[in-house]
């Protein structure tokens, strides 16, 4: 029996999020140019592609973190750049790959902070700031952890609470950047569980930066390769996972193949030890993945 989330029937309505003719560069040298890119509302999208292609860069842009020096990042039809910082918060929130908390903050402050999108001067803490913390808690099973300090928690915990703290926040997007990095194999899986139940069942529009492929075609609904800062592929994990992809955004021989639990790709290196010297530049087993 397969384990793969249910995919969505029908069109979803939500946030529209989508990149047009982006250039992005850090001083002169330029990481993403020309990109489009548009991100299905209420899916989990996952951008993938070797270090340094410009995945977490993109992420950046989208989250009004990083100026393009042109193109641009729409949310719902407006440029991000256009959306009050306040309300701009309230609708995207991002968990950059290695957030830092103060030292002895407890992980209740911590996803309490999630909710200051919401503060005003005129409206402080309420009855429903409350109550969105106390659902991110439980949605992310740190009830019990709440009262202690992040430092003192595991790499799995620690993660957990951060992203309760983006739960917290109430956006309809979440960007997450490598929300698995650091983490042994069990808390990687424990986090995208977690991560496709924010989908599932509130509805949450989830872009993560994914390294491992086979987690990728698992948790995601939509794929964004990218290589030398431009979109190669982009679709369903079936589409755009191939043995053909693979060697051109990673530069590496591989077999593609069917995940015997989810059915969804799965990606088997070769590596220079376990291939003859004739193979083929990109090798597929027979199936619709290959």
């Known amino acids: 029996m397969s384990s793969k989330h249910e995919p969505h029937e029908g069109p979803v309505d939500g946030p529209d999020l989508r990149a047009e ?28 592609g070797a270090n340094a292609c410009g995945k977490s860069t993109l992420l950046r842009a989208l989250a009004r973190l990083l100026t393009p020096r042109s193109g641009a990042v729409y949310l719902d039809g407006r440029s991000v750049h256009s959306i009050p910082t306040r309300a701009l918060a309230q609708r995207l929130g991002i968990l950059p790959q290695t957030p830092v908390a103060p030292e002895g903050l407890t992980v209740v402050d911590l996803v309490g902070r999630g909710r200051s999108p919401h503060q005003t001067w005129w409206r402080q803490w309420s009855a429903a700031d409350e109550q969105a913390v106390h659902e991110a808690l439980r949605a992310t099973a740190m009830t019990d952890l709440a009262h202690r300090a992040v430092d003192e928690l595991s790499g799995g915990q620690r993660q957990r609470a951060w992203i309760a703290m983006a739960v917290a926040q109430g956006t309809p997007v979440m960007l997450l950047d490598e929300p698995t990095t650091y983490l042994d194999l069990a808390h990687q899986i424990d986090v995208l569980d977690l991560i496709t139940d924010l989908n599932r069942h509130q509805g949450r529009t989830v872009v993560m930066v994914l390294h491992d492929l086979n987690q990728a075609c698992r948790y995601a609904d939509h794929v964004v390769a990218m290589k030398a800062g431009r979109v190669v592929g982009e679709g369903a994990p079936a589409e755009v996972v191939t043995a053909a992809m693979v060697e051109e955004v990673f530069g590496l021989r591989c077999v593609v193949g069917d995940d015997p639990v989810s059915r969804t790709p799965m990606v088997i290196p070769m590596g220079r030890h376990h291939e003859s010297p004739d193979a083929p530049a990109a090798v597929a087993v027979p199936g619709p993945h290959g």
């Not at 992005?24 to 899916?43: C, F, H, T």
């Open 21 to 48: 003719g982006l250039r992005l560069a850090y001083d002169d040298r330029v990481v993403v140019e020309g990109l489009d890119v548009a991100i299905p509302s209420g899916r989990i999208t996952a951008i993938v």
